[in-house]
């Protein structure tokens, strides 16, 4: 029989995506203690059930992708702007795709505003109301409030709209930076980021026939299948070897390899990829601690892991990094001088403080950079855009 603590987990894992919860409500749905409750909905936040967000609470979120570690979900992006939601609560677990920075035309910023898209504009209602129809969800800087006709679209497509004080380059610099330090904290792959989890595998029991396995291998062209207890711990794995000229009614624990390798979650990518050349397999048993079955981890899944690790780069690109590429010294003149695109704007038009913060920092940078390899002169800078 469950314990308590796991009824809970059980209770949160089948509410619906986007669903509200708290200590109380718990308790009092499953008439436990709220000291329990609270003790549950924390183990659910570490396994990915929940995500607790500042000023809006506790909710069931749907857990990422370990492919998509360089995205950013829309709950993610209000606490990294300490932004209000202003509407669609409940598709802030989903992950934004791109973010697009709405300082052109309607017509041209549409062309850029699709589906899973960071609109991040000012006061523009129109434009907040065909982004939300195009499925991208809203973030409104300068501390804008919008229409209540476009808060009821957020629901309706629950997509979220999100308000902060920040002026628009300010935060894609915040949104960036955050992208980038994902992408820098995952140098390193494990298995849990890519193996083929439990719901998408096919295995055997100790009392399947080996004409189990023929039904298997017809269905996933498959060789090799975990073998589970009723306790779902691995107990063997049997492969097309190890049916061959045997009987169709013979159980696959007559003739499976006991005592198979496998991997745990926290077993790096490389170390799993090693493995599977030495000893010539396709496929490894994903356990746990206690030797139950929570996936498989394929040739396939490790030759898209060390992609996607290729993808990482070892020197990330954020909009400062942009400005200080745009930014051009004339020696002969003495001058400084930039290009600014209307990324570079606030809501008003004129250039972004962030963005002037930016370039200061950069010009006395390189100042000083000249000074430090020649002679201390008297000169005067001057700075155009």
Not at 51 to 79: D, P
Request: some cysteine; overall charge negative.
């Amino acid at each position: 029989m469950a314990t308590k603590h796991e009824q809970i987990l059980n209770y949160i894992e089948e509410l619906p995506i986007g669903s509200k919860i708290s200590v109380r409500l718990i308790a009092k749905d499953l008439n436990v203690s709220e000291g329990t409750a609270y003790r549950a909905i924390k183990e659910a936040e570490n396994i990915g059930f929940v995500s607790t967000i500042e000023r809006v609470g506790t909710i069931r979120i749907e857990k990422k992708k370990k492919e998509n570690i360089e995205k950013l979900t829309f709950a993610e992006v209000v606490n990294i702007v300490d932004g209000q939601v202003l509407g669609g609560r409940s598709g802030l677990h989903k992950t934004l795709n791109k973010f697009v920075i709405g300082a052109m035309k309607l017509e041209a910023m549409m062309r850029y505003t699709d589906k899973g898209s960071l609109l991040i504009v000012g006061n523009r209602v129109k434009a907040q109301e065909k982004a939300l129809n195009a499925g991208a969800a809203i973030l409104i800087t300068g501390g804008f409030d919008t229409t209540d006709h476009v808060k009821q679209l957020a629901d309706q497509y629950e997509l979220p709209v999100i308000s902060c004080s920040y002026d628009t380059f300010t935060v894609a610099a915040m949104i960036n930076r955050a992208i980038y330090d994902q992408l820098i904290k995952k140098e390193i792959i494990i298995v849990d980021d890519i193996y083929t989890p439990l719901d998408d595998t096919f295995v055997l029991k100790e009392g399947d026939t080996i004409a189990k396995w023929y039904a298997l291998n017809n269905e996933t062209k498959h060789s090799r299948y975990p073998v589970l207890d009723d306790e779902q711990r691995v107990v063997g794995i049997v492969t097309s070897k190890d049916i061959i000229g045997k009987s169709d009614t013979l159980r696959v624990d007559k003739v499976m390899t006991k005592h198979p390798i496998s991997v745990q979650t926290t077993t790096s990518l490389a170390s799993a990829a090693h493995t599977m050349v030495w000893q010539g397999i396709e496929l490894l048993p994903v356990v746990d601690e206690h030797n139950v079955f929570q996936g498989v981890i394929t040739r396939q899944d490790v030759i898209k892991g060390l992609q996607n690790n290729q993808r990482q780069p070892q020197i990330g690109e954020t909009i400062d990094d942009i400005v200080q590429k745009q930014l051009h010294y004339d020696e002969e003149l003495s001058t400084f001088s930039t290009e600014i695109t209307p990324q570079m704007t606030n809501h008003l038009g004129s250039l972004s403080y962030g963005v002037f913060a930016s370039l200061m920092t950069e010009v006395c940078n390189q100042i000083l950079k000249q000074q430090k390899q020649a002679t201390w002169s008297s000169r005067i800078y001057r700075f155009t855009t």
